[in-house]
């Protein structure tokens, strides 16, 4: 045990240190593995043999495709359609970013791809219509994590994997709480600016012209709406496997992408193939090396000594999830989700275990907790990263920021973890979970 906090304690270091998550980890689990006495040269093929699964392939096809998807014009249209149905009002576009994140997450399953496609868009333009800048950037920040928690969330099916869990049920544990998440934001969105008076609204228009441009930009965003119609419809119609559904959903993002928005090129084409290898492989080699780690954790029987250590502390249910969720929240601050999501599962499965919790309801109690680590200083991969497309220095956007997660995130972490029902509903509607 001494020796795996003091190989984490080095991997924490050399995060803080800027050093790449994927060789911080390599660095802790070879340290890790050799001090601890287990055979590398067992580690390194069952690394291997899990990184090559065929549950993992989805992951790759899922980022291939929200990439074409983005560079074919998707994220525009969806902009569009959203602004017809409550850009309108005042505070609207900030519920244009809220609803649209929401959306290009059941696409992309990424939160950077998020910001990367929604951010560069609505960022300026809501500084252009008045919003305050800091509010914007914060809006685009907070709504970036909804991606993690509307399927198909890329952290989801590592962690389903990590934890030998239905890959299909971890989806949908985060569903209610992600649509919950993004009606809180929108609304909060609005009371936050009610007092300020620099937002331009666009003139209103009557029933008549307003259902003619609803109509419009519904039949524009129709291709890209029912990517994820498509994407969930396989799934738990069960005539595929999510694996499956991400080659659907790379064959459909290809003739939407050039032949019906027409964004894509043969350029942008091979540009998305090498940004996807790029950002594939960098969550590979995270995953490989984590993967070795879990295994020799598992030899060395650390998640049970882990499990016992937090029994001991009490044997209130309470106040163990209350501990879990704080602990949760640090990893979310330090490493990015999926990286979070494999220690998650490795680390608490066992103490879920012990204390009755549906793992189901774990992969919901995770996957908001990441998401309000990843954008919680100091760390705050998600938050900096909204900062980096706005160029605000943190001062500019701290405050507002820390509205949404104290008045939106906070209370909906602590709802997912003490309402299993919440997050267990739709896994036990469509797939008959126990």
Same mark, same amino acid.
């Given at each position: 045990?001494?020796?795996?906090?003091?190989?984490?304690? $080095?991997?924490?270091?050399?995060?803080?240190?800027?050093?790449?998550?994927?060789?911080? =980890?390599?660095?802790?689990?070879?340290?890790?593995?050799? +001090?601890?006495?287990?055979?590398?040269?067992?580690?390194?093929?069952?690394?291997?043999?899990?990184?090559?699964? =065929?549950?993992?392939?989805?992951?790759?096809?899922?980022?291939?495709?929200?990439?074409?998807?983005?560079?074919?014009?998707?994220?525009?249209?969806?902009?569009? =359609?959203? %602004? !017809?149905?409550?850009?309108?009002?005042?505070?609207?576009?900030? +519920?244009?970013?809220?609803?649209?994140?929401?959306?290009?997450?059941?696409?992309?399953? !990424?939160?950077?791809?998020?910001?990367?496609?929604?951010?560069?868009?609505?960022?300026?333009?809501?500084?252009?219509?008045?919003?305050?800048?800091?509010?914007?950037?914060?809006?685009?920040?907070?709504?970036?994590?909804? +991606?993690?928690?509307?399927?198909?969330?890329?952290?989801?099916?590592?962690?389903?994997?990590?934890?030998?869990?239905?890959?299909?049920?971890? @989806?949908?544990?985060?569903?209610?709480?992600?649509?919950?998440?993004?009606?809180?934001?929108? /609304?909060?969105?609005?009371?936050?600016?009610?007092?300020?008076?620099?937002?331009?609204?666009?003139?209103?228009?009557?029933?008549?012209?307003?259902?003619?441009?609803?109509?419009?930009?519904?039949?524009?965003?129709?291709?890209?709406?029912?990517?994820?119609?498509?994407?969930?419809?396989?799934?738990?119609?069960?005539?595929?496997?999510?694996?499956?559904?991400?080659?659907?959903?790379?064959?459909?993002?290809?003739? /939407?992408?050039?032949?019906?928005?027409?964004?894509?090129?043969?350029?942008? @084409?091979?540009?998305?193939?090498?940004?996807?290898?790029?950002?594939?492989?960098?969550?590979?080699?995270?995953? @490989? =090396?984590?993967?070795?780690?879990?295994?020799?954790?598992? $030899?060395?029987?650390?998640?049970?000594? /882990?499990?016992?250590?937090?029994?001991?502390?009490?044997?209130?249910?309470?106040?163990?999830?209350?501990?879990?969720?704080?602990?949760?929240?640090?990893?979310?601050?330090?490493?990015?989700?999926?990286?979070?999501?494999?220690?998650?599962?490795?680390?608490?499965?066992?103490?879920?275990?012990?204390?009755?919790?549906?793992?189901?309801?774990?992969?919901?109690?995770?996957?908001? %907790?990441?998401?309000?680590? %990843?954008?919680?200083?100091?760390?705050?991969?998600?938050?900096?990263?909204?900062?980096?497309?706005?160029?605000?220095?943190?001062?500019?956007?701290?405050?507002?920021?820390?509205?949404?997660?104290?008045?939106?995130?906070?209370?909906?972490?602590?709802?997912?973890?003490?309402?299993?029902?919440?997050?267990?509903?739709?896994?036990?509607?469509?797939?008959?979970?126990?």
């Amino acid at each position: 045990m001494t020796i795996f906090f003091l190989s984490m304690a $080095l991997v924490v270091i050399l995060l803080l240190a800027e050093m790449p998550i994927a060789l911080a =980890f390599g660095t802790g689990a070879l340290i890790f593995g050799l +001090a601890s006495g287990s055979d590398v040269s067992f580690l390194l093929p069952y690394a291997y043999q899990t990184t090559s699964s =065929f549950a993992l392939l989805a992951l790759p096809l899922f980022v291939l495709a929200g990439t074409l998807m983005a560079e074919g014009g998707i994220s525009e249209r969806l902009l569009n =359609f959203v %602004n !017809s149905l409550v850009g309108r009002v005042k505070g609207g576009l900030g +519920a244009v970013t809220v609803i649209t994140c929401a959306l290009f997450g059941a696409i992309s399953g !990424s939160s950077s791809a998020a910001i990367a496609a929604i951010g560069q868009i609505m960022i300026p333009r809501m500084v252009r219509e008045g919003y305050p800048a800091g509010h914007a950037t914060a809006l685009v920040a907070c709504s970036s994590v909804l +991606a993690l928690m509307i399927p198909p969330s890329i952290p989801m099916i590592v962690f389903a994997i990590t934890g030998g869990l239905s890959v299909g049920a971890a @989806f949908l544990s985060t569903l209610v709480p992600g649509l919950l998440l993004a009606l809180i934001y929108v /609304v909060l969105n609005f009371v936050f600016l009610r007092n300020v008076d620099t937002i331009k609204v666009e003139e209103k228009l009557d029933f008549q012209q307003s259902v003619q441009n609803i109509g419009r930009s519904g039949l524009k965003a129709f291709w890209a709406l029912l990517m994820p119609v498509l994407i969930l419809g396989v799934i738990y119609s069960g005539i595929a496997t999510p694996t499956e559904a991400a080659a659907i959903a790379l064959v459909y993002a290809i003739p /939407v992408g050039f032949f019906i928005y027409k964004g894509l090129t043969v350029r942008s @084409f091979a540009t998305s193939f090498v940004r996807s290898a790029i950002t594939t492989g960098s969550i590979i080699s995270v995953l @490989f =090396f984590l993967f070795m780690m879990s295994r020799a954790m598992i $030899l060395q029987q650390i998640p049970k000594e /882990v499990a016992e250590a937090m029994l001991s502390l009490s044997d209130n249910k309470i106040v163990i999830l209350l501990l879990i969720n704080v602990v949760l929240l640090f990893i979310g601050m330090i490493v990015d989700d999926i990286s979070g999501s494999v220690l998650a599962a490795i680390i608490f499965l066992p103490v879920i275990n012990h204390l009755g919790v549906h793992p189901i309801h774990f992969a919901a109690i995770v996957g908001t %907790n990441l998401g309000l680590g %990843n954008v919680s200083p100091p760390c705050a991969p998600m938050l900096y990263m909204a900062g980096g497309v706005s160029k605000l220095t943190l001062d500019k956007y701290i405050k507002p920021t820390m509205k949404f997660l104290i008045f939106g995130h906070l209370p909906m972490t602590m709802i997912v973890t003490f309402c299993p029902d919440l997050s267990l509903w739709l896994p036990r509607l469509l797939m008959g979970i126990q």
